[in-house]
């Protein structure tokens, strides 16, 4: 892909490539483990390796909602409504979502927060930790981080 001359977002790195792979296989694992079917579950992985697509053409702010829009365009299947969802509303709390936390949102949620920017798997609190050192402590992100941590149980 040629170099976007709009350096005002991210991009996907390396790194965060293999954090996309990283959450996807935590994804396809917590599916199985929630009794998901096979075909649900490589649905899940999809969803994770999917989930910050955005960062090609969005800052980090916008991010999920620009991944939600591209994966809009491929629509169809059973599944798309909720992965699409879950999604556009990673990383947020309830009260920042316009559903509850459905099953596969709370899927990859989970994986999100427990796998680094560079793909390591970590515990959660070694990622909100990361978080709070990137973001700063009370930022946005580590706020609604540790919210959604709290509500997911994961804290
Ligand atoms: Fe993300």
């Given at each position: 892909m040629a170099q976007?001359?709009?350096k005002s977002y991210n991009g996907?790195?390396?790194k965060k490539l293999l954090h996309m792979r990283s959450v996807a296989e935590e994804c396809y694992r917590l599916a199985i483990e929630s009794g998901m079917t096979e075909s649900e579950a490589r649905a899940a992985?999809?969803?994770g390796f999917i989930h910050d697509?955005?960062?090609a053409f969005s800052p980090a702010k916008g991010h999920a909602a620009v991944s939600a829009e591209m994966l809009y365009s491929l629509a169809g299947g059973n599944l798309t409504h909720d992965?699409?969802?879950a999604v556009r509303f990673?990383?947020?709390p309830s009260g920042k979502r316009i559903d509850e936390i459905t099953p596969l949102s709370r899927i990859l949620d989970t994986?999100?927060?427990s796998v680094m920017p560079d793909g390591s798997k970590?515990?959660?609190r070694e990622r909100l930790d990361d978080i709070k050192a990137r973001y700063g402590k009370d930022s946005e992100q580590a706020i609604n981080t540790e919210k959604l941590a709290k509500e997911l149980g994961l804290i």
């Open positions: 976007n001359p709009n996907i790195s390396d992985y999809t969803m697509i955005g960062y992965i699409v969802t990673h990383g947020k994986a999100d927060l970590v515990s959660v």
